[in-house]
Structure formats: C-alpha cells, structure tokens
C-alpha cells in the first residue's frame, strides 16, 4: 500500500474507531439522566446533569497535562486507556453507585482531554498541508454517525416504554459496554506511517512521523520545559484581543453542547403528552441531531464550498437556525420537562405537544452546532497557524467549562430561563465571531484566505 493510501486507511479506521465507541458513550450521555430517574434504590442519589458536569470542568484542567500523557505513553495506546475509562464509566450504569458513578466522572474528564490530545496527534502525523482538511472532514462525518446507531437502538427498545425497568437499563449498559470495548480496540489497527524522506534540512521537517521519534532526540527536562512554555503560550494567547472576542462563541458552543446533548432528551422523555413513546423518542431525536451534524459537517467541512463567501454567512445561518429550534422548543416543551420527576410533567406547553415539531428541532439543534463548530475551527486554525495546539486547548477549555456550568444549572432552572440564556450568548457570540472575522479579512486580503 502506498504510504498515501496508508495514512487514509489510519484516519479512516481513527473515524471508525470514534464512530464505535461513542456510539457508545453519547448514547449513555443522551438517556442518563432518564435511566437515572427510573432507577428505585437507597444506595444511589446520582444526577445525571451533576455527573456530566463534573466530566467537563475535569476535562478543561486536565488539557493542561495531557500532552504529556502523550509524549509518555504515546497516542495510539493514550487513545486505548483513554477508552478504557469511558468504557467503565457506561459500565456503572449497570448497577449503579454513587461513589463509583461520581469517581469515574472524574476519571473520564481527566480521560476525554488525553483522548482528543491524542486523536489530534494522530490526525496530524496522517496527514500533510494538502491533506488536512479533507482527513479533518473525514474523520468528523464517520464520529457523527455514532448518533445514528446508538440512538436507532434506543428508540426500538423503548419506543412502547413509559418506564425504564432495570431489566431494560442492564441490557441496554451492558450492550452499550460492549461496544464501546470494541471501538477501543480498533484503535490497535492503526499502523505506524512510512517516514517522509529524510529532507536535506532537519530544520524541514516540521512534523514527526511518529510522535515517538520527537521524543528519541528530546531529552526529559526538555519535554517539562516544553510543556510549561506550551502552558505560558496558552494563557499569552487567552489574553489576545482575538482569543477574547471568540471566548464568547466558545462558551455558547459549550452552552449548546450541553443542551442538545443531554438535556433535550431528558425533555423529551418527560412528556408525558407524548404518550408511552416518549423514551423512545431520545433516541429517535438522538439520530436526526446526528442528521443535522452530517449534513452540516458535509456542506461545511468536507465539500468545503462556502469558504469563498467567508466563514460569517454559516456562522450567522447557525444562529438563525437555532433560534428558529429554541422557539419551536419554547413553544413545544413544557417548561418543568428538564426537572420533572420520573413519571414526567403534567404541565402544559404553549401549543398542543408535537412529535414532529419536537424532531424538526433535533435536527436543527445538530444543523447548528455543526455551522458553530465547523467556523470555529476554521477561524482558530486561520488566525493562530502557528500556534495551533495551545489556542485549541484555549478553545477546548472555554467550551468545556461552560458546558459543566450548563449542566451544573440544568438541575434547577426551568426550560424557558437555559433557552434565554443560550439566546442572549448566542447573539452575542455571533457579533465578536463577526468583528474577528472582518478584521482577518481585513489584514489579509489576498489569495491565501480564500485557500482556507
């Protein structure tokens, strides 16, 4: 096999190996908090929402030690450990526990910042300048279409259920374990790529063909020194008058990612006027947000097609998309549905509940978040080229502290009050996205812009 043709098999069976195992984990992240409410025991006082929380103010610290877990132990075996943890973590749902469902939320935020450290490694080393961005897009539509298949295996399980026995919650764990120990070893079928030849200036190379070759010539204390200067670099960067207008987007695509991810569903499971169907519909609604992010990630990302009118009209095409879904939610969805207990609420939305109007937001909410992320990747990776990796750990950092705080306060306000706030940060967020991107424009107008 070429070597071409061996680093696209690496990026394609990296996709794959994402695809699999959160098929897996979104899935338990979608139906938690519903599986929560339905499990009757003294020895667990757990929240799904609390749990989610703690993962994402753990996984933005612990960007700060993750590379060098990686420089240590390497990416393929960092993506297999990492995996290892989310596997236990869906396994405790089997029977749960407090101490373990809350020790392993800690584990896995420590886990999910070695793990996408990792998956960015690898996709770096598998790819050249002229390669990136269709591996970036590749590699992104196969993780998406973990919503499908995860989410099409909710909804024929339950879609007749009112109440989710504990017959029902092992079988769907332990199905969800497995599967997610499967995706963890296709991570072992990645092979090491054929070296570069060798250029006649070392100074050339600018990436290893393995990550291990940079730590054959870099001695220990040199890796401490680098990772404490990658360290400086980020908090110099967080402190730039870009990185601090974009703060904005970051947090609300935090905001969103909390909503559409967990709290929607357990919305939708909590309606009662949906009838018995109504568990079954997370799934279902799990699998048209995949819809949404595909569709998106293919206009946006792999076909790459928009990028000669800039990056604002999708940005702007995803606020006004998700604005038109928190309405429709707004009007849909009683207001209690993110808190209510276990038998649902009784309470009434502004319109007569609609199981169509209620999926025609799923993929809106995923429509959405694919416009938001897809920009603004493209514009940290524009603006900070040569800086790449601590202004994306800025970038994972804010969205993943927000999120926790999403789902910290997801526990205790109505409905009516997240979508206000996910508004409000969103038009805001969209206006510093706007004054950032017209000042690159700005500064350069040539053809190297429209190449991006």
Known sequence: MSPEGKTLLNVIVLGLGFMVMFTAFSTCGNIEQTVIKSFNSTEFHGSGYTSLAIIYTVFSASNLIAPSVIAVVGPQLSLFFSGIVYSAYIAVFIHPYTASFYTLSVLVGIAAAVLWTAQGNLLTINSKDSTIGRNSGIFWALMQFSLFFGNLYIYLAWHSK???????????????????????????????????????????????????????????????????????????????????????????????????????????????????????????????????????????????????????????????????????????????????PEEGTQMQAFIQPSVTVALICSFLLGLGDSCFNTQLISIVGFLFRDDSAPAFAVFKFVQSITAAVAFFYSNYLLLQWQLLIMVLLGFLGTITFFVVEWAAISRRQDSDYDSI
């Open 162 to 340: 009112s109440h989710i026995t504990d017959k029902d919650r092992q079988t769907v764990f332990i199905t969800l374990t497995v599967i997610s120990l499967v995706g963890n070893f296709l991570f072992f079928l990645i092979q090491r790529p054929d070296p570069e030849p060798a250029p006649s200036d070392a100074s050339e190379s600018l990436l290893p063909t393995d990550i291990s070759d940079s730590i054959d010539v870099v001695p220990s204390q040199s890796l401490c020194s680098q990772a404490l200067e990658a360290f400086k670099r980020s908090i110099q960067l967080a402190m730039t008058k870009e990185m601090l207008l974009l703060s904005i987007p970051f947090a609300y695509s935090g905001l969103e990612l909390t909503f559409y991810s967990g709290v929607y569903g357990t919305c939708l499971g909590a309606m009662t006027q949906f009838g018995e169907g109504a568990k079954g519909l997370i799934g279902l609604s799990g699998i048209l947000i995949g819809v949404g992010e595909i569709l998106g990630g293919g206009l946006f990302g792999i076909m790459d097609k928009c990028n000669r009118f800039g990056r604002n009209p999708v940005v702007f095409l995803g606020l006004v998309t998700h604005i038109v879904a928190f309405f429709l939610i707004f009007l849909n969805i009683a207001s209690d549905a993110p808190v209510a």
